[in-house]
């Protein structure tokens, strides 16, 4: 089995090369030019260059793959034609080079819960609800998916829409752990908030499932470890108990994050260096309530999450320790 990964350096890329090389998988890793790459994975995997912008570096790609696990994209930026370029225009150039390359392919698509938007208090996100994001992120990742679907019938497909991910080598939820060092624990507005997240090691086996099984070209698929989701206030207190620290709420009124995040916003044009600290992720953490349910994935693919939010916690926070990212 020979495959390719796109979004190879990034932090699930990662998870899923060494896991795929633990199983003795054949990876071609399609990388930038100037993209970091790991020093374990070396000599291990073949890189081809190339950019999701360059057809022509797909077109090479694609030939020759039976799964191409399509991870690459843009998790921030300073606004909507930066996320469609990547996201929405990067997966209609992947699209292409298979239709003119390898048909006979199977591509998993690592979409966003972003995608589908948040939930409300009575009604756990299902596949089957209707899209609406509210962010330009969430929107690019939906245009990227609508494309993919108008294909069902050229080339086989399938959605992973992942939850919140955490675990090792991650950067944007280092941030919670980071919050909680501080003692910090922000509520935004009063309302309790509900979030899905999942852990890295999880959203692996979820991926590999849906390579493995037999399912019709086109299903979607939620990814979290619960289907209640978890409020703030618990994920913040298990982050503190796995760095063995205590922390205090902390109420912060939504306007003053408006204008933190607004000006945030301005300084990453100007510095060009994207952060989370961004409009458009304002526009997703207003809504208190972002709760999927990965049912469908357990039905059909026999998902089945290994780690509670304290597991994957406590292993995710002995990383960030290890390595010095969190003291
Ligand atoms: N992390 C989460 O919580 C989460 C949740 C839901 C969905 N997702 C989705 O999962 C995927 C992976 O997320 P992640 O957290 O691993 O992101 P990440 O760490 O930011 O990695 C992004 C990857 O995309 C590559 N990339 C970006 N632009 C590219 C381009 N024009 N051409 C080729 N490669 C390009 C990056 O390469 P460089 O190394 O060159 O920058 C990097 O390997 C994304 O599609 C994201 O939307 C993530």
Request: proline letters at 3%; one cysteine or more; charged letters at 25%.
């Amino acid at each position: 089995m020979r495959v390719l990964i796109t979004g190879a350096t990034g932090f699930i890329g990662y998870h899923l090369v060494k896991h795929l090389l633990s199983l003795g998988w054949e990876i071609n890793c399609f990388v930038r030019k100037n993209s970091y790459r790991e020093p374990e994975f070396i000599k291990r995997v073949s890189w081809i260059v190339g950019d999701l912008n360059n057809i022509n570096s797909l077109k090479q790609a694609c030939s020759q793959v039976d799964i191409i696990f399509h991870l690459a994209g843009k998790i921030k930026a300073s606004n909507l034609e930066e996320f469609i370029k990547t996201n929405t225009k990067g997966t209609e150039n992947l699209i292409q080079a298979i239709l003119q390359t390898n048909r006979n392919v199977h591509l998993i698509y690592i979409s966003s819960l972003a995608a589908s938007g948040p939930s409300d208090k009575f009604h756990i996100k299902k596949e089957s609800d209707n899209a609406d994001p509210v962010s330009s992120y969430g929107k690019s990742k939906l245009l990227a998916e609508e494309a993919i679907l108008k294909h069902k019938n050229d080339f086989r497909c399938t959605i992973i829409r992942p939850s919140i991910v955490y675990g090792s080598k991650d950067k944007e939820t280092l941030q919670f752990f980071k919050l909680a060092r501080f003692h910090l624990n922000p509520h935004l507005g009063v309302t309790k908030r509900h979030l899905s997240m999942i852990y890295v090691n999880d959203l692996i086996q979820l991926i590999l499932k849906a390579a493995s099984t037999k399912t019709r070209s086109g299903e979607i698929f939620f990814a979290t470890d619960n289907d209640n989701g978890h409020t703030w206030n618990n994920i913040m207190k298990t982050a503190a108990k796995s760095l063995n620290t205590h922390i205090f709420p902390v109420f912060v009124p939504k306007f003053l994050i408006k204008i933190v995040f607004y000006f945030s916003n301005i300084k990453t044009k100007f510095s060009k260096k994207s952060t989370m600290l961004n409009i458009d992720k304002y526009n997703e953490i207003k809504y208190p309530y972002w709760v999927c349910s990965s049912d469908k994935a357990k039905r059909i693919l026999n998902f089945r999450p290994k780690y509670s939010l304290e597991e994957g916690f406590i292993k995710t926070a002995k990383w960030y320790k290890k390595m010095g990212w969190i003291k």
